[in-house]
């Protein structure tokens, strides 16, 4: 059974970084699909980032300030967050996906999920 475990979450101020990460167990993170979502209280899932066979994609609200990366050797994805925002505020949710080729930030395309972490961002 695939499990994603997130951690790395916390409070922080504006203009603060956070570096989120995802351990994933059996499932091979260098071969597939794989991104950060986000949901606020009251909002839908967004797609953050992703991470694949054609490189990585952002929502445009967090491109020049989020990063995706792997580390295929230990199975597990990062995101680091700078200048963090109030609005960055959600919870986190890691996402692996038995694809290769697509670079998608529909949650829909995604098959297998983490609990989430919590970012916090106060003004």
């Known amino acids: 059974q695939v499990q994603l475990v997130e951690s790395g979450g916390g409070s922080v101020q504006t203009g603060g970084s956070l570096r989120l990460s995802c351990a994933a167990s059996?499932?091979?993170?260098?071969?597939?699909?794989m991104a950060w979502f986000r949901q606020a209280p009251g909002k839908e899932r967004q797609g953050v980032a992703s991470?694949?066979?054609?490189?990585?994609n952002y929502a445009s609200s967090v491109r020049g300030r989020f990063t995706i990366s792997k580390d295929n050797a230990k199975d597990s994805l990062y995101l680091q967050m700078n200048n963090l925002k109030p609005e960055d505020t959600a919870m986190y949710y890691c996402?692996?996906?038995?694809?290769?080729?697509?670079?998608?930030?529909?949650?829909?395309?995604?098959?297998?999920w983490g609990q989430g972490t919590q970012v916090t961002v106060s003004s």
């Open positions: 996402a692996a996906s038995r694809s290769w080729y697509s670079m998608s930030l529909n949650g829909n395309d995604y098959n297998y």
């Open positions: 059996r499932f091979t993170t260098s071969d597939n699909l």
């Open positions: 991470l694949g066979y054609h490189g990585a």
